[in-house]
């Protein structure tokens, strides 16, 4: 099993906060791997720290056996992680085509400092076609040149999933996609998961509270609370654990 992403005794303080002690947690290509725990447990800001936005305070993340720890956060994109919103984040204003062109774009740009406008025209048509095939995959194509703001919530979720495969990521991190969904919208979701990993190859890191989805896709899951580990397994192991049971599961109506 090629590994895609390695946390090492990955622990990150703010002030006298320890938002995530010594996490340790591995996923291998093609998995569908999933983190749960109450709410503040510290999950998105795992993300955060994969995706180069904080700097863990020790500890090492390694993306295809390379540590990523002082990347920035365009470069760690442009290596190949994608990622969604616990709060989705589109360009609210924008086309749903322009989201998509935007995240496009930033794979022809050398470095941050390369304007959008030295992009020539053949370059231009190239990118507006492959964000017309994506679209058109993603069944979003009808809706191209509506505001994105405009959207209904579910389609908005889709949209910023089709603009994190827009960068063409190895990995993809997706942070409570099914927040908000009702229970047809988000089996809806876990189908269209399941057939986007197929489809691109994915390797896919999802946080999520629906265990219904949580139970449905994943692999391997991985429990923690208060920034700590406290379980990992498959989602049979996890359900049957009494410290996930007491920790989270029991007390899920409440997340
Ligand atoms: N930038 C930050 N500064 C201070 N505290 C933070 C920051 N980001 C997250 N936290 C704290 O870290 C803890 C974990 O937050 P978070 O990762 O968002 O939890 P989860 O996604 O599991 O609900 C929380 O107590 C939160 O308030
Ligand atoms: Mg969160």
Same mark, same amino acid.
């Given at each position: 099993?090629?590994? $895609? ?63 990523? $720890? ?10 190949? $992680? ?15 085509? +322009? ?146 049971? +007491? ?9």
């Amino acid at each position: 099993m090629e590994n $895609i992403l390695k946390l090492t005794d990955m622990s990150i303080q703010f002030g006298g906060l320890r938002a995530i002690d010594s996490l340790n947690l591995e996923v291998d290509k093609g998995e569908i791997v999933a983190i749960i725990g109450p709410n503040g447990a510290g999950k998105t800001t795992a993300f955060n720290c994969i995706t180069g936005i904080y700097t863990p305070t020790s500890g090492n993340i390694e993306y295809l056996g390379k540590s990523i $720890i002082h990347k920035e956060p365009e470069e760690i994109t442009k290596s190949g $992680i994608a990622r969604t919103f616990q709060n989705i984040r589109l360009f609210k204003n924008l086309t749903v085509f +322009e989201n998509v062109l935007i995240a496009v774009h930033l794979r022809y740009r050398d470095n941050i400092f390369t304007s959008a406008l030295r992009i020539n025209y053949k370059q231009e048509l190239a990118m507006r076609e492959e964000v017309k095939i994506l679209l058109e995959s993603q069944d979003l194509y009808k809706y191209k040149n509506d505001i994105a703001s405009s959207l209904p919530y579910g389609i908005q979720r889709r949209l910023e999933i089709a603009r994190a495969l827009a960068t063409k990521p190895t990995l993809l991190l997706l942070d409570e996609p099914a927040a908000g969904m009702n229970p047809q919208e988000t089996e809806d979701l876990t189908k269209y998961i399941k057939s986007i990993r197929n489809k691109f190859g994915l390797t896919i890191l999802l946080i999520e509270h629906h265990m219904d989805l949580v139970m449905d896709i994943s692999e391997r899951i991985y429990v923690i609370d208060f920034g700590k580990l406290i379980a990992k397994g498959s989602p049979d192991e996890i359900q049957n654990n009494p410290k996930v049971i +007491e920790a989270y599961l029991g007390v899920k109506e409440n997340a």
